[in-house]
């Protein structure tokens, strides 16, 4: 039986979807803001002539960015933290959150190890021995110092234990019964009804390495090692006209159609584009109630 809605419910959809619809373009105007003055020239940027629409048409500014090598060398850094970090992340939280999730006659001391992982949230050691410690390993100027020191995200770890205490006890109990060990109730039941939860732990740990730009600085010391973010904000705190000195006639003539302000614009939207391809493949597992029946009588 179809439920008519009142007069009140209307209204109230109706302000929610407004205001909804109203917040998601506040939010995306910045967005195309920046891909508009990236695709415009040079003279119309400098103008503010630049709203939500590109004035005076031009790739200029992406083909140069695309052309230096220290953008596309710190590109692919960002990609291999990426690809590490989610791959050590995932395993190593997955990995937390299993026995955690048990009950605590089945894991002796479980409230113990919940709380030395709860504490590391509450309380940090400061950033001049967070930098030692990683110094003393030996591990600046390399890529593990990018994705090591963070590879048990504590958040995730909680999200993940949560979701896995929600999941029906008689599931992994009957496995128990047909003589299944932990690992296999881990990989081939657990793992494959947690697809939700692990698809927004996946882009939480894409995002984050994607985003990150301090560590880089702090423990980079070359350029040369910068991943994608620290670059860019070292290129848009700090203005560098040195690639004037070294162009060429037909560089600078290409550079008359850019500026510096299209030429940052390009790079942030470069930086952005591939965490907005992520997110609508993503989407569609940020749901609930995936076991929902599986289990009857």
Sequence with gaps: MKIKPTLG??????????????SAIVCIFPIIHVLAVSLSSSTAAAAGLVKFWPVDFTL???????SKPQMINSFFVTLKRVGLGLLLDMILTVL????????????FGRNMFAWYFFMTMIFSGGLIPWYMTIKQLGLTNTIWALVLPGAVPI??????LNFFRQLPKEISESAIVDGAGHWTILWKIFIPLS??????LTLFVCVGHWNAW?????LMSSPDNYPLQTYLQSIIVTTDPSYL??????????????????????????AAAPILC??????KYFMKGLVMGSVKG
Excluded at 60 to 66: D, I, N, P, R, V
């Design 9 to 22: 419910g209307r209204l109230f959809d109706g302000f929610n979807y407004a205001f909804l619809l109203a």
């Design 60 to 66: 200029k500014s992406y083909q140069y960015a695309l």
């Design 96 to 107: 937390a959150a299993y026995p955690l999730s048990k009950e605590r006659k089945d894991l």
């Design 155 to 160: 958040f995730n770890v909680i999200i993940l």
């Design 195 to 200: 697809k939700p939860a692990l698809a927004t």
């Design 214 to 218: 301090f560590d880089g600085m702090i």
């Design 245 to 270: 000195l070294s162009a060429t006639k037909e560089e600078l003539q290409d550079l008359a159609a850019i500026s510096d302000r299209t030429l940052k614009a390009s790079q942030i939207f470069i």
């Design 278 to 283: 992520i997110y609508p493949f993503l989407q």
